[in-house]
């Protein structure tokens, strides 16, 4: 969704009015994701806000997740990279998922930036359902335009809550024996576990299990 | 691990003096946890710091879960809830696991003091770091007990964490869809997810898959 040949044209050799009215632009999404959430907050909302055309939002930032993930400062296209999960091998991918996100996590570039989102987020409670509902909402996204199977989002809900409850404990808190395990001992404990939320009609033991 | 018969003898029909140690006991103990951490706080340093006799603290809270339990008034008796998970069908552990979480989430007794917890937890480091390394602990703890595979702690710390996901999905954050799914739809969906980690060798697909 989020044009990276557009978007970032901003961060390029930009003139000073132009940063400016970037700011101005972020800063009004900013207080409109926090004050009314994602779905209530629209493109033409935060350009009212910031004095703006809703085109000039568009051209800088692509789309609502690419105006959101500006705003928290999120460190790479999330859309992209979920994609990438989607794409591909339909077996492995619950495996993909869990090395990308752990990744992130562990590249230098990009585990900063988290770190600092997620703690942002669990101390406060809005910050910490917009950044949680960004996150499912891709994953959920990917899963429900791919699959027709009516329990698609909830097996998108729980694929994120256990992607969720993985970072929590092997990043935020570091408890052992998961902090220390490699990145390839996680993903092939969690990678199934996901796996089993993710895949398709007809390969998922979702529905006749238990 | 916890006397169920002589721990709460505290609660019923006791003298002022009596509370007050006790409270004196719970403050010292809620000091020690918050500034050292569980492993590195003993009954004996409680004691200590509270000048009483070690032998009292035990009477008083049973064990050293139990005392943690009171300190941060944790709503019902993990040890004994988390036991029974682990008796009975090594089949259906997941699902007995996932059950007696949403249950203790939506029993009107306990929902109220266990929110309360994890809002606490998650706005302080070391409060949020302790609660889970208590929920973690006992998961491990009784799966350590039971299995000699070596993977046998990492998989308790996974099930920890879908079942720690799983919470702040559905209770904390109330996400939808998760958050409305009745327990028996969360308990046949995540179930089979803990279940996987649980089980002991040979009956668990952890070793072999990926």
Request: proline residues 4%; glycine residues 6%.
């Amino acid at each position: 969704m989020r044009n990276t040949e557009d978007a970032p044209a901003a961060r390029r050799g930009r003139r000073p009015g132009q940063t400016a009215t970037r700011q101005r632009i972020l800063e009004s999404a900013r207080e409109l994701f926090a004050a009314v959430g994602y779905d209530q907050t629209s493109i033409r909302g935060v350009a009212e806000k910031a004095s703006v055309d809703p085109a000039l939002v568009m051209h800088y930032f692509g789309s609502k997740d690419g105006l959101f993930e500006a705003a928290i400062d999120w460190p790479f296209d999330m859309d992209d990279a979920v994609r990438h999960v989607f794409e591909g091998d339909p077996a492995t991918m619950g495996e993909r998922l869990v090395r990308m996100v752990c990744e992130r996590w562990e590249d230098e570039t990009t585990r900063h930036p988290l770190t600092v989102i997620l703690r942002n987020a669990v101390q406060r409670e809005e910050a910490a359902t917009l950044m949680t509902e960004f996150v499912e909402r891709q994953i959920v996204g990917q899963l429900v335009k791919r699959s027709k199977d009516p329990t698609a989002a909830l097996r998108g809900s729980l694929a994120h809550s256990v992607i969720l409850g993985l970072v929590m404990v092997r990043y935020l808190e570091r408890l052992e024996p998961l902090a220390s395990a490699s990145i390839d001992e996680v993903v092939r404990a969690a990678g199934p576990t996901v796996q089993r939320y993710l895949a398709v009609e007809g390969e998922s033991s979702f529905s006749n299990s238990g």
